[in-house]
């Protein structure tokens, strides 16, 4: 198995759209943490997963390997903004109702420490800070297992709510007026 990877990857898929819009956000997250639902593909791919879930607090956790390095020789900036994105991002979703959803709109991480095969697991943990009817604001820490600061992110993500599924009324052509 992969670095970083756990039976939970045993478990990949995307949920269908109507599933996710069924649930509110922190039951949606639960059923991905135990493993209900199935673990994003991208999650599986740099092997990183959920640990922790609460309202408004979630928690993934990591370790990266050279397969994730850049030309310099040190892991890819990518790898800790996509961890942050993500960590934040379930922050805000856990706070959300059944048939709403969110999305990125801005992200920004300070980088604080180099990342490396050396560093370990890496912990990122996302806090909401607000969530409003279209806007939502969270904060992103990703740390070693020393708890020094590697990298510092904030997200503001758009809320929406999912289409609602038209019913059409299949009608007979030749219908009496």
Do not use: W
């Amino acid at each position: 198995m992969p670095t970083g990877q756990s039976p939970l990857f045993a478990n990949v898929g995307v949920v269908p759209a109507d599933v996710l819009a069924s649930m509110n956000g922190l039951d949606f997250l639960q059923k991905l943490l135990d493993g209900t639902l199935p673990a994003p593909p991208f999650a599986a791919l740099l092997g990183f997963r959920p640990t922790e879930v609460e309202s408004g607090r979630v928690v993934f956790i990591a370790t990266p390997d050279a397969k994730l390095y850049n030309p310099i020789g040190s892991v890819h900036g990518g790898f800790a903004a996509t961890l942050l994105d993500s960590c934040m991002g379930c922050a805000v979703q856990s706070k959300l109702k059944a048939g709403e959803g969110y999305t990125t709109v801005e992200l920004k991480v300070n980088f604080v420490r180099q990342i490396s095969a050396d560093t370990g697991e890496v912990r990122a943990e996302g806090k909401v800070i607000h969530v409003g009817k279209q806007i939502a604001l969270a904060e992103g820490r990703l740390t070693d297992t020393r708890g020094r600061l590697l990298a510092h992110a904030t997200t503001t993500c758009m809320v929406f709510c999912f289409p609602q599924k038209k019913v059409v009324v299949d009608e007979p052509a030749n219908r009496p007026v």
